[in-house]
């Protein structure tokens, strides 16, 4: 059974469950246990499963962690303490694991002295031990896994990838057999992706080699649904969940936000001076503020940043940037700065994000959106080290689009809504991973290795005919694969229902390829056999041919790939149809865009009763009470006030999540009919909405249709044909009652996203190797074997598990297929309505996603200016 926990327990009971010598060294060093404490000391202490999320500087590391060392320590005192692993805590940061281990280290060593102090040093030698830990991550030196296979330690710090392959060591994971304790960190982070459903997989399989179930603790800052992440947590057994208790901690810490607007006027204003506003109030604040952590959105982002406060207030190496790009000993040096309280500010996109020890931090400032509430409190909550402390942010936006959705999120975060993570589920390419790791530690029973596989929870539904497809590939029996260098991992006896290893170099080929993070490299791009730059591949995934994309200031069009070139020839168009961070950029997230409807509901409603559709209101108007209530200062509001009221005078309806409003208009310069989609859903399920309309109209017009997608809608360009009220109809009419999904798996099988993704998939079911007897092979000839292989297996079966796994992953994990298929169906009920007009311009609240292509760096001014002229003509028309 899985329940939430209500009431705390008291100080008195939270303590009393405590070794007395852990219990003096914690009341020495800390004057009152916090919230999360209060239960988790005492559920841990009883063996009970326990998820809990509460804010960063709460303590839920000692919540996690205090009632095990107790334990120890009372091993330790009856000389039973062992050199065995007690405990392994996972997180996906190695930077977390390594502030772990010296955050624990102290107490370790502390505590040890007061049993010294006490009982004196004869008596210690050879009967007490001291309480051990140690980490193991790809980062720890041969010598330190040596020193820890003679001797290992009772806390083991580590990531998913390090244990997974410690119970594939015959010799290692004999340390592991007396565990009992599990604690997973940032579990928010890891349950929304393959790294966490390739965790869930390796807890299943120790606890199946230990022969016991052991006890699994679950930490988080933002966790929703709760009891989803306690599925993810515990699994089940026996087809029943397991036992788990939840502890929402998480509202303890007070928000002090505002949605803010540098300048009166985001439109008319110079762009100089809106960016010489922008880094002004940076500064101002960073300088009230002993240190100040920023956030933008991007790496180039975060540089830029650093840049132009260096380069404009003077700032020296009191001010640092930090990010996944820059090295690991640079990023250290950040961390250690921050921790010292020795840099006023540093910059990060979101390398800073997740809970490695930072010291104190006044205030955080973000950039821009940063698209989902959940990362919103994620980031802020960085502020205020002490869960007392109000956490304070400035967030800090340059469109009207991303006014109306920060004032939102920070509104929704005042009200304790998050967004749902979503999990991967059923990934065969993982699943793959584990069988062939299975089947190193012996001989399996196929039924067992099923049953052991569906108690993890990605995996709780899996279909028996996927898994055996999966075990036939991996055992060599499509035939066409040993032809194409893809040979058997496993040996499978159908007749006995059985498999294991096979081949000597098995365990080599295992150990060098696990693993769920793709290699990627960057990609050349020529024109005229000429080479012209790179581009990152994630971004190349996007492109689809005819795609227009800036690069060096220049623009070119997308024509098709091979290996890891790109081949462009000169765009003629006058814009792009793609930004270059558009891989960078994270998506708008669902809930999130529904809060947003919400809204633009009711303020829409209450400026429309004001103009006196409905009478007119006396006093403070409707429209200024909702904005009053919104976190945000004046220059927001009169911003957001006058965009909607832009847009209810020239085009007569604001589009919100049940009303989405289809528009066809021109495009200014190039005189194209672009038909816009008003669709506030996000880009993941705009991303499969866009396509499956673009496949339907340009069936029926018989032409290329041109997608640009963004959060809120999306833009389809028809060229020179127009579209009839009656033709909406009917593609609307096709849609809701097609099977989207059949159409959009034919849409992406040429696409630039298949052949990359395809890879990925291949690289982690092992059917293509990244590493093979101690040889890189490098990510170009992976790619070019992946194209070779993805042909094959379509001719061979179109169920083949790699093949279907990639389908699953860009439909359900890059796309939100199931969503958009959920927005269709409201459509076909009427629960979501729809209205069809046709402008002589774009109305306002098209403008962000017309000139979505324009939003780079090097062509900022040009949007700029564009907008301008978009908004002129749209003034001229309300007159």
Known sequence: MIEQLQKPFSEEESLDVLNRYVREWFTSNFNELTPPQRFAFKLISEGSNTLITAPTGSGKTMSGFLSIISRLFDYSLQGKLEEKVYCVYVSPLRSLNNDIFRNLTKPLNEIYDAIVKEKGVDIIKGNIQKVSIGVRTGDTTQQERRQQLAHPPNLLVTTPESLAIMINSKKFVEHLKGMEFVIIDELHELASNKRGVHLSLSIERLEEIIGREITRIGLGATLYPLEEAAKFLVGSKDGKERECRMVDASWQKRLDVTASSPVKDLIYTDNDIIEESLYKTIDSTIRKNRTTLVFTNTRSGTERVVFNLKKRFGYGEDIAAHHSSLSRESRMEVEDLLKKGSLKCAVTSTSLELGVDIGSIDEIIQLGSPKSVTRAIQRIGRAGHSYKETAKGLVIVLDRDDLVECAVML??????????????????????????????????????????????????????????????????????????????????????????????????????????????????VFKDKKWVGNIEEEFLIRLKSGDIFTLGGRLYRFEYSKGMKCYVSDAKASEPTIPPWYSEQLPLSFELANEIGEFRASLSKALEKRKGRSGKGKGKDDASSILDAMPMDANAKEAIRDYFTEQISYAGIVPNNRLMLIEETQDLESGDTELVFHSLYGR??????????????????????????????????LGEETLTKKQLESVIGNLTSANIATMLKHNIRKTEMMKRRFRHVAARGFMILRNYKGYKISVGKQQLNSQLLLKAVEEMDQNFPILKETYREILNDVMDLPRAQEVLSMMRRKEIRYKFIKTDVPSPFSHKMITFGHADVIMMKSRHQYLQRLHKSVMEQIG
């Not at 589920?425 to 584990?434: E, G, S």
């Not at 062939?436 to 290795?449: E, F, H, P, Q, Y």
């Not at 340009?698 to 997608?707: A, K, P, Q, S």
């Open 411 to 524: 509104d929704a975060a005042r009200k304790r809504q998050l967004d749902s993570f979503s999990m991967p589920k059923n990934a065969l390419d993982v699943l793959a991973q584990h069988i062939i790791g299975m089947s190193l530690t012996g001989r399996w029973n196929v039924d067992k290795a099923f049953e052991v596989v569906r108690r993890a929870y990605p995996y709780n539904t899996l279909d028996r005919h996927d898994f055996n497809a999966l075990i036939e590939y991996l055992a060599g029996n499509y035939v066409g694969l040993e032809s194409r260098r893809v040979y058997g991992k496993i040996w499978y006896d159908e007749k006995e229902g059985t498999f294991g290893k096979r081949g000597a170099l098995a365990q080599a080929i295992y150990m060098l390829n696990l693993g769920t993070i793709p290699d990627e490299v960057a990609v050349g």
């Open 684 to 717: 993941r399920v705009n991303d499969a909405l866009s396509r499956a309309f673009a496949i339907e109209i340009g069936e029926m017009l018989d032409t290329d249709v041109g997608i640009m997608v963004g959060d809120n809608g999306f833009v389809l360009d």
